[in-house]
Structures are given as C-alpha cells and as structure tokens.
C-alpha cells in the first residue's frame, strides 16, 4: 500500500496502462503540454510522446467520436473531456454512436473506449463549471459509468474500464483530486459494477457515490458519536448498478438514506429508490430519503455553494430524522 | 471524358443499374409495407457511390450516411443482405437492427449508415487515426451531404484530420439540399472546396454525374491521403432525383429543376458515352438489365426468406459478451 492522492492514482493507472498496452493512447484537451486541466496526466507527454499524448483542439464532439473511430479501428483510446460541463457538447457521439454501434450492427462491433472527466462541484467554480450529470450517462444502455470515491478506486477503476470490451465513461469528483487516501499499486483493475460497504452499520443505510462518499463517511462518524450505527454503500459503478448489495443492507439496517450531489428531479438518487422500492419495499421501516443538491444552479459564493450541496451535516441531520433523533 | 475498357465500362454500368433497380424495388416494397422507417433513396447519384468506391482497397474504411444503399453496395455488400436488413430480418447486414439506416458490415470495412447528419465524419477521423497510429496505408473515405457542412462536425473534423494529417477523404456528396433547406439558403458560403481550404483540407469539386469523372478525382485524392500528405476533400455535385425520403412531398424545389437534372441522368449519360464510343451495344444493356434483374429478385426473395431475430435476443449485443471481442 502506498499514500497517494486520488490524482496520483489516477495517473499510476494511466500509466501502467500506457506501459503494459501499446494500444493504449490518452487524448484531450490540454493533457499533454499542459499537463491535463487536473494535472492528472503531468509527465506523461514527456514519457510516452505526442503520439501518445495527444493536445486536442476544443472539439469535444469531435475528438470523442475520434475516440469511437479509433476504439473501431483496433485501438484503446483513453479520452480526457475536461470537465463533465463540456461533455455536453460530445453528448451527440456518445448517445448516437458510442452507446449504439454495437446493437445497431447486429454485433458486429466493440468500442472499447474509455471516457475520463472531472465532475462535481464544491470549488466555487459557479453554475456553469459544477455539474454533476453522471446520472444522465448512466441513463444510456451501451455504455457503463464508473464514479470513484477513494483515491484506491481511482486506480482501480480506471484499469478495469480499460479492460471493458465496450465504452466506460469514468466521473472523477473534482474536489476529489487532491484526498490522500492509501493505494494497492500491486493489485489488478477493479470490478466494475459491484458496490462496496465502505463503514458496516446497523441502524440505517446511506447510499451515495463519488464526491459525496468522504462527506457520508464524515457524517457516519458524527453520528457514530451520537449512539448512531450507520452503514455506508460506496456504488462505484453507476451503470451497471449493484443493486444486490443494495439491497442486502437494507435488509438488515431496514432504512435507506440516497446522498447524491446531481439535482433531485429525476436524479441518480431517484433510480436507487425505485429500486429499494422495487425490490426492497418490505425490507423498509419507513420510506426511503434522498439527500441531493438544492434545485439551483449552482452559486458562486461559498456559504450559498455550501448550502446547495450535501454537508456531512446535513447527511447526518438526514440520517436524524429518519431514526426520529431529531434532537 | 477517356473511357475505360470495355469490360470496365460495362461493369461500372452494371453497378449503378444495380442501386438503380435495387432502389426502384425498395420504393416498391416500401409502398406494400415489407420495408417500414424511413427510407431515403440514392437515385440519380449513383456515380458517386460508383465512383469513388473504385479507388478504394479492401483495407479502406468506408463511413457513410442513412442514403447509403448505393455505398453499402459499390462496397459489395451482398445485395440480399442488404434488402433483407430493409425488411428488418436476421439474415440482414445489421441482423435487422438497424434498417436502410444503418447498414453495416465489418468484414467489408463498412461502418454505417450515420443517421445523425454529421455523426460519421468525427468517427472517420478516429479510424484513420487508428490506422496511421498502427502504421497501415489504409484510407478512410467518409461520406455525406451538403447539409452536414451545417454541423460543427465538419469544421471540427476536417480541422482535427488536417491538424494531424489524418488519411481521411471527406467525401460530399452535394446534391444541393438539406431534407428541403437549398445550401443557399442556410449557408453564406456555398462553396464548400474553400469551407474545406480555410481548415487546412485541399478539395475538389467533381461532376457527380460523372461516373468516370468521380473516380479519377477520387484516385487523385486517395492516392494523396495515402501517400502521408494528410486529408482530402471532394465534393461531387449531384442530384436526387427522387424525394428526399418516402414521406416528402417535394414541396421546396420545382418539377423543371428536377426534369433538368434528370436529363443529366449519370447513367444515361455513361451508356451514351460507352454507345459512342462503341464499346456497348444493345445486347449488352439488355444482358445487364437481365443480371441485375436477377439479382434484384434474388435479394427480394432472400429477403422474404429470412428469419426474424427472436424477441429473446432484444437485449443482445447491448454490451460485448464475456470473452468475446
């Protein structure tokens, strides 16, 4: 194990999957001169080339259909989109080309494409920098949508989308670049779709993912002081989703708590529920509650960002009224 | 126009009467129901099709657009695997997923059928860069129409290929409207050799309906991408002579315009030429008439034989198999 922020291991993934895959190339805006928007990829320009690592002009739409193309063409191409925001312009590629060439073709093709992008909010970055829309992604059959929440997964994730036969689009939390967190640089890719307990508890069920994970493990220690056992499920993997595991906990805990950092109307959290619902409705004590950002884009100021966005406070007040210990 | 062999000649007469018939079947068939969805029809620009696909290798990548019979089948994609994907039938090229859209066949390089205008240039682009970062002389010819050069995707993808010098040949098939929006219309700068020019792509323009005309530009222009000196556009200026698809009225552009572009007709126009030159006589159109009559009925029936995917598949291929690649 070794100590390592989420961008490091962001980065030894990058690597070793540059290394070990001559297939393997990185493309995006600003990744190779620049060193990537978030400094992920610092150093590797200068380590594997420009071939390799490729600056692209701002053509999100362009350079991952281009992604799509190469994956076509027998490659592993690994595209950096900047932020999760400007993904928005490349929405067309990959709901239309990348998520359907495979079914549309009868099977014909693979897309082995891996998408990487920052995500989230919490750096005052105001309405147009602070998406978090990796549940409209996750709404695509064709495509699978990771989201780590450890600096571990970062690197473990990421090498398991490069071993997916088909495109994985990769949400790292922004906020998340700089967590220090401990890292198994020996061990393989992770396994994409399976949920992790990351605190085991008793009393309730706290459902989150990505940027929102360190706040709820924040918040489950406040709690713990409080006499409160609560059990917290890192998802991982957005698409596909591990609702066993889900559904497992609230069988013992008989409460379920969704924190999710994108807009409660129809939101991420809401798909969680319905499952609980669907799947869990007997399991429950009482309905099932969704912590998400407030309805607003997204505030410059810092006390007004803070109040848009899941607090460890606010999860555990939450968690609080659940157990009817409203204080 | 320098006429090619006589055999040469005939053949590229046989293919453009083959999308021709093909097309006038699939017209037929669409008005009984066998063939459902949208389906726009290629007829009058089979010279490009044609055309360009005889300087192509086996080792080229073709993207294309959702007016592609004419492509998928200068490809040689089996006209019954064709006709049957029309009809929606497993033993169709896309196993009838994707319909007149969305014909695919990747053992022939032929990489769809896009149906979002200006969806297939960037994917062009990342095939050519997949084939220079692997070191093989392979072109990708990438067609579309004139109103995908509308599309922030042409100017990004003709930048991106230029930038890094990508083997693509953009192919645009200008046959003078948009669905029904005329390019003077929705473009200030209708010239669209010099859109290509100003991001760094030499073009051509060609006479679409020139069969002959459109291969030799498309040998220049390929030779050039293959040659490492980066991307290629031509434009072959052409016309449809039908309706955009079988739901359009045909409401924006007059029957004289359409009657004149019809006396240009790329095919009447080559057996002219081939007559004049006495490298066809009669006996030699009736013979073609007749194969691809054949043919024609063959792929009906082919069609009309296939299977249907059963519903217990409907969520296959969503993602790859395990194992599988």
Redesign the interface.
């Known amino acids: 194990m070794t100590k390592m922020t989420y961008r490091e291991a962001a980065r030894s993934a990058l690597r070793e999957a540059l290394r070990s895959d001559p297939r393997v190339f990185l493309m995006g805006e600003d990744v190779g001169r620049y060193g990537g928007a978030f400094a992920v990829s610092h150093g590797l320009l200068a380590e594997f080339g420009p071939e390799r690592v490729r600056d692209t002009p701002l053509s999100e739409n362009t350079f991952v259909g281009a992604g799509v193309g190469a994956a076509l063409g027998g490659m592993r191409p690994i595209v950096e989109v900047m932020t999760v925001n400007f993904s928005l312009l490349c929405l067309d590629q990959v709901v239309n080309n990348a998520a359907t060439l495979r079914h549309m073709s009868g099977g014909q093709l693979s897309i082995p494409l891996v998408v990487r992008m920052a995500t989230g909010a919490g750096r005052q970055l105001a309405a147009q920098h602070s998406h978090s829309l990796e549940g409209w992604y996750a709404h695509i059959p064709g495509i699978k949508v990771v989201a780590p929440g450890t600096a571990d997964d970062a690197r473990a994730l990421l090498l398991a989308a490069l071993r997916e036969p088909d495109p994985v689009f990769v949400f790292e939390h922004s906020a998340l670049y700089p967590m220090e967190g401990e890292v198994d640089e020996a061990a393989g890719p992770g396994e994409i779709g399976r949920a992790v307990v990351r605190r085991a508890g008793t009393d309730l069920t706290v459902i989150t993912y990505g940027g929102s994970l360190p706040k709820t493990l924040v918040a489950a220690d406040l709690l713990a002081a409080e006499g409160i056992a609560a059990e917290v499920i890192d998802l991982r993997s957005l698409r596909p989703l591990d609702t066993a595991t889900i559904l497992a906990s609230i069988a013992r805990t008989h409460r379920a708590l969704v924190v999710d950092e994108g807009w409660r109307t129809g939101s991420f959290a809401a798909e969680v529920s319905a499952r609980i619902m669907e799947g869990g409705f007997y399991d429950l004590d009482g309905p099932v509650q969704r912590l998400c950002s407030a309805e607003v884009p997204m505030p410059y100021a810092k006390h007004m960002e803070d109040a848009a966005l899941p607090q460890p406070a606010t999860i555990a007040a939450a968690a609080r009224a659940m157990l009817g210990r409203d204080g | 126009m320098t006429l090619p062999s006589r055999e040469r000649g005939l053949d590229l007469l046989r293919q453009m009467t083959l999308i021709r018939r093909f097309e006038e079947k699939a017209a037929e068939l669409y008005t009984v129901g066998k063939i459902r969805g949208f389906l726009h029809l290629y007829i009058g620009e089979e010279a490009v099709a044609v055309g360009a696909m005889q300087a192509l290798t086996p080792d080229d ?1 073709v993207v294309a657009t959702y007016r592609e019979h004419g492509q998928a089948l200068a490809r040689g994609i089996p006209p019954g695997a064709v006709m049957a994907e029309m009809y929606g039938k497993a033993n ?7 319909g007149s859209m ?1 014909l ?3 053992s022939r390089r032929f ?4 149906a ?1 205008v200006g ?1 297939g ?11 220079a ?2 070191k093989r002389a392979a072109v ?1 010819a990438c067609f579309f129409g004139d109103g995908a050069v509308a599309e ?2 042409f100017a ?2 003709l ?2 290929a230029a ?2 010098r990508l083997p693509v040949l953009f192919v645009c098939e200008n046959n003078l409207y948009a669905m029904g929006t005329a390019l003077a219309r929705h473009q200030a700068q209708t010239d669209i050799v010099r859109k290509a020019e100003a991001a760094g792509v030499p073009g051509e323009a060609v006479d679409g309906m020139d069969v002959l005309a459109v291969e030799a530009a498309t040998r220049r222009a390929t030779a050039s991408a293959r040659g490492g000196q980066g991307p290629r556009l031509l434009e072959a200026r052409t016309y449809r002579f039908r309706a955009h698809s079988m739901y359009d009225p045909d409401l924006y552009r007059g029957k004289d315009e359409i009657e004149r572009w019809k006396a240009n007709d790329p095919i009447v126009r080559f057996i002219a030429a081939l007559r004049a030159a006495g490298r066809l006589v009669d006996a030699d159109l009736a013979a073609i008439e007749r194969s691809v009559a054949a043919e024609v009925d063959a792929a009906v029936a082919e069609a009309e034989a296939g299977p249907w995917e059963p519903v217990e598949d409907l969520l ?5 198999p395990p194992g ?2």
């Open positions: 990548n169709g090229c896309s196993r009838g997923r994707g969305h695919f066949d990747v990489h769809g059928g896009h979002i969806g240039l960037p994917v062009a682009v990342g095939l050519a860069l997949a084939d970062m692997q990708t922030g995707a990004e993808s930048n991106l930038l890094w296959k291929d969503v993602y790859t599988r690649r």
